[in-house]
Every structure is written in structure tokens, then in C-alpha cells.
Nanobody, 128 residues
Framework: QVQLVESGGGLVQAGGSLRLSCAAAGRTISSYDMGWFRQAPGKEREFVAAISWSGSITYYADSAKGRFTISRDNAKNTVYLQVIRLKPEDTAVYYC?????????????????????WGQGTQVTVSS
């Protein structure tokens, strides 16, 4: 079992940037594909980005392409989500999640139900 703790959220002005971190404990994250999801007030949780266990493959939601970058450092047991040119519509709680290695496809890694472990989330608020 792996425990995930997100950090790096906060209040930022539109156009600014943030780097979210997801630190894992209990087990090495190299055993998992990792993903970031977000949930805005009154909306369902949505997929943002995913990265394969080795870091060699990444996949982004259309809304994240061009401004979001997912990366991982397995030696530090940490996954990152860099976000630039933040928009008010990026305001949400951001969650990282770990998926047991069971194959990779865009459909699989974008589905929240495929992830077994979740962090508690970090709030990102973008002011206009």
C-alpha cells in the first residue's frame, strides 16, 4: 500500500504558475503509473495528466495540453505537476493517484476508477 500527500497548492493570480508535488510513502512509486486529477466546486472529478511508471510515457487531458507538465522522480518517490499560465477555471482541488501496473492506454489512465490509491488533495485557487 502507498500513501500519497500532495503539496504546493495555494492562491495565485491568473497568468502565474505553480508546481504541485505528490510525495509517496510506504512503497516505491516505481511500482505504479501515476495520475493527477482535479475537482472544481460543484463538478465531478476530472482527469488532468498521467505518467507511466518509468516516466517514458505521458498523457494529458485536452484542457491540460500546453500548460501542464507531469513528471516524476522515482528516486525521490515524488510526482510533480507543473502548471503555467494559470486560469481562473483551473481553480480546483488537485489530487494525485497511483495505479497498479495493469497496462497502459489513454482510456485506462484517464479513468479514476483505475487508480487504487489517492492523496487528500491540495487546493489551487486562481484569481482573475
Amino acid at each position: 500500500q502507498v500513501q500519497l500527500v500532495e503539496s504546493g497548492g495555494g492562491l495565485v493570480q491568473a497568468g502565474g504558475s505553480l508546481r504541485l508535488s505528490c510525495a509517496a510513502a510506504g512503497r516505491t512509486i516505481s511500482s505504479y503509473d501515476m495520475g493527477w486529477f482535479r475537482q472544481a466546486p460543484g463538478k465531478e472529478r476530472e482527469f488532468v495528466a498521467a505518467i507511466s511508471w518509468s516516466g517514458s510515457i505521458t498523457y494529458y487531458a485536452d484542457s491540460a495540453k500546453g500548460r501542464f507538465t507531469i513528471s516524476r522522480d522515482n528516486a525521490k518517490n515524488t510526482v510533480y505537476l507543473q502548471v503555467i499560465r494559470l486560469k481562473p477555471e483551473d481553480t480546483a482541488v488537485y489530487y494525485c493517484a497511483a495505479k497498479i501496473l495493469s497496462g497502459w492506454s489513454e482510456t485506462i489512465v484517464a479513468a479514476a476508477r483505475e487508480y487504487s490509491y489517492w492523496g487528500q488533495g491540495t487546493q489551487v485557487t486562481v484569481s482573475s
